[in-house]
């Protein structure tokens, strides 16, 4: 009988390549521009909040007289004081004895699994603090547009690339006080159109948000919730202190073609509030949209480096160049003009294990296994919030 690769089936090796072939995206290209300057980052927060003051009113006691009229009735600068709340996030893995012993040395294993595990939940915690710096503190990452009943699908427009199939999520209302549906698994996704789940039968209505299990109302305060023209923004309300407000140009819903003229109008509202933009950031369908429009043009389109191993196309001012950068993260129809300078990270320190008690892995009481955990206190303030700024409803291309 001829010796076949059949019949040697059992006694042939498998060789495996010494390395996993990455398939998720991991880019957080907003997340290192900030940490590329020590300005964005703030180490020596501590406490439940993070308190400043700012300077929201001038001394309106000034004026020009006759001769022999009374002065001006003396007043004074106004000031509030913005409270800023630190966010906890967190990132635990768990391995069985088994795994530790076994699957580290083992020259056919793809890698350690051990290093796999404890790399992946960095990388994954990472990824998913870049989604929050774009999103709000309730921490919305899908918005239902129809209302469906007797069905678990979520029918929305605003699904982005962070929205992944084998995700838990919970829904609720609008406002993230009323639960729809909790501990649920994504299963499966139509970009752009809905999001299907598991789980008893759910009914969404259009303003349900889907949130990340457990995070509603817990996340750091994003570009959402800090460029906005109405709205509190740690305690302090525009409504009351005007000069509170980020220069918003929208169109009701309705998505507009891209222009030069309103790119520059853009940047004149914002600097006209003394803010300087030091970058724009879009989607890549904006970025395509404004590749587009230059050219039409004819204008030069090659990517420019602008320090810090950033590139990415230029938008040429009176004041300089600002850099349009993308990031696949950023909110679909939306430019946000951002004054970095006004912009910082709180946080105690960077991503650190969870190791008080002098061990990185706890063993699991009663069971042959580890946890370990990977913990960051941070949030995200804004000390101008009228020097940033968005122009919404765009067409993508």
Not at 278 to 299: D, H
Request: aromatic share 8%; with cysteine.
């Amino acid at each position: 009988m001829v010796a076949t690769m059949t019949t040697a089936n059992n006694i042939l090796k498998e060789i495996y390549e010494p390395k996993i072939r990455e398939q998720l995206a991991n880019y957080n290209r907003v997340t290192k521009r900030m940490d590329q300057s020590s300005e964005n980052i703030e180490s020596t927060a501590g406490g439940k909040y993070v308190k400043f003051a700012i300077h929201t009113k001038r001394n309106s006691g000034i004026g020009a007289r006759n001769e022999m009229e009374a002065l001006p009735t003396a007043q004074n600068q106004s000031y509030e004081v913005a409270q800023v709340k630190m966010a906890y996030l967190y990132g635990s893995i768990r391995l069985s004895g088994q795994t530790f012993e076994l699957a580290q040395t083992n020259e056919q294993a793809f890698a350690s699994v051990l290093d796999q595990e404890v790399e992946g939940v960095q990388t994954d915690l990472k990824r998913d603090y870049n989604r929050q710096v774009f999103g709000t503190s309730l921490g919305t990452i899908a918005t239902a547009t129809t209302l469906t009943a007797g069905t678990n699908t979520f029918l929305t427009t605003t699904i982005m690339p962070y929205v992944e199939v084998g995700e838990v999520i919970d829904i609720y209302d609008s406002t993230g006080v009323t639960l729809r549906a909790a501990g649920r698994n994504i299963t499966a996704i139509s970009p752009g159109v809905s999001i299907t789940f598991d789980g008893a039968v759910a009914t969404t209505s259009v303003g349900d948000i889907m949130v990340r299990a457990g995070n509603v109302s817990r996340e750091i305060t994003g570009l959402q919730d800090i460029v906005k023209a109405t709205g509190i923004l740690y305690n302090i309300d525009p409504t009351s202190v005007p000069v509170w407000a980020s220069t918003v140009n929208a169109n009701g819903g309705t998505p507009r073609a891209l222009s030069e003229g309103l790119m520059i109008k853009q940047a004149d509202d914002i600097y006209s509030k003394s803010g300087e933009t030091s970058v724009i950031w879009c989607s890549l369908g904006v970025r395509r949209s404004y590749f587009n429009l230059l050219a039409q043009q004819r204008r030069y389109t090659d990517t420019k480096d602008f320090g810090g191993g950033f590139s990415g196309l230029a938008f040429t001012t009176d004041r300089g160049d600002i850099p349009v950068m993308t990031d696949i993260d950023c909110p679909l129809n939306t430019m946000y003009y951002l004054n970095e300078k006004q912009i910082t990270i709180y946080r105690p320190q960077d991503w650190s294990w969870m190791d008080r008690d002098g061990s990185r892995f706890i063993r699991v009481s009663g069971f042959d296994a580890y946890d370990a955990t990977v913990y960051k206190y941070v949030q995200m303030g804004c000390h101008q919030r009228n020097s940033q700024g968005s122009i919404l409803d765009l067409q993508e291309s």
